[in-house]
C-alpha cells in the first residue's frame, strides 16, 4: 500500500484518526482508521452506486479500505456546471440516497456539497455523521457554525426527523446557485433562534426563488426546494418527492 496523499486534518471527528487516499497494485483507495462505525453501516446498507463501495476492513483493529471516489467534490464546482439537467441529477440522487438511509432510520446529519463528488456521478463519501434518528447530539444553537442543519437539529429536538436531511438538500442548491448559506445560528435561547430562523428564511427566500426559477425549474420543483429550504420542521415537506408537489406553506 503506497500513500498517495494525507487526508487525516479534513477529519474532524477523531484527532486520532488517520485518512489517506492510497495505491494499492493499480487500484486508488481510500484507507481510514478509527471506522468501525462506518464500516459496519456499510456493511448493513451493502451496495450503492452513490456509495463507495467497501474493499476490505478489520473490525477490530478498526480501519477499513474502500473506494476512492474521483471528480471534484461539489463545493468547489462553479455556476456553470449548475444546469437544469444537473439539478435534476442532484435531486435523484439525493431521493435514492434518502430511500437508503431514511427506513432504516437513520439520519445523514453531514449532508453538505464538501462531502459529495461528482465524476461521471454524485458520489456521497463521508458516512462518518450517519446516525440513529434516536441518537441525542449536543445543542448548537448559537454557534454560527452547521449552517446546513437545520433549527431542531441545532436545538436537539428529543426526536429526530427524517426531513431534517431534506433542509440539508435545500441548501446544497442555494450554495450551487446563490452562494454558501447565510444563516446566521447567533443566537443560543431557543426562542430567539427560531424567530431567528424565521426572519431569515423570509429574507433569503426570494433571491433563491429567482434563481430557481432562472434555471427552467417546474413549479412543483421550485416549490418543493423552496419548503425544503425552510429551517422549521413542521414547514418543511413530510415525503421527498417533487412530483406533481403542492406548497406546504
Known sequence: MIILEDYTALSNLSINRNVYKVQIDNGIFCYKTKSIQETQLLIRIGKNKHIPKLIDYDIKKGWLIKEWCHGEVI????????????????YNFTKNIFELFHPLNLLLQDFKPKNISYGDKFMYFDLDWVVSDSR???????????????????????????????????????????????????????????????????????????????????????????DCFNPIRQNRPQVFNWDNYSSCS
Not at 463545493?75 to 442532484?90: A, C, G, K, P, Y
Not at 450554495?175 to 447567533?186: D, E, F, I, M, R
Open 75 to 90: 463545493n468547489d464546482m462553479d455556476r456553470l456546471f449548475w444546469s437544469l439537467d444537473r439539478i435534476r441529477e442532484l
Open 136 to 226: 441525542v447530539f449536543s445543542n448548537t444553537l448559537g454557534s454560527k457554525k452547521y449552517l446546513y442543519k437545520s433549527f431542531e437539529s441545532l436545538y436537539n429536538y428529543p426526536i429526530s426527523s427524517t426531513n431534517d436531511d431534506y433542509f440539508s438538500f435545500a441548501n446544497i442548491i442555494y450554495n450551487a446557485l446563490v452562494g454558501p448559506p447565510k444563516w446566521s445560528n447567533s443566537k443560543k435561547d431557543p426562542m430567539e433562534a427560531y424567530e431567528q430562523f424565521e426572519n431569515e428564511y423570509e429574507e433569503f427566500k426570494d433571491e433563491f426563488l429567482d434563481s430557481l426559477n432562472s434555471i427552467g425549474l417546474k413549479p412543483c420543483e421550485v416549490n418543493f426546494i423552496i
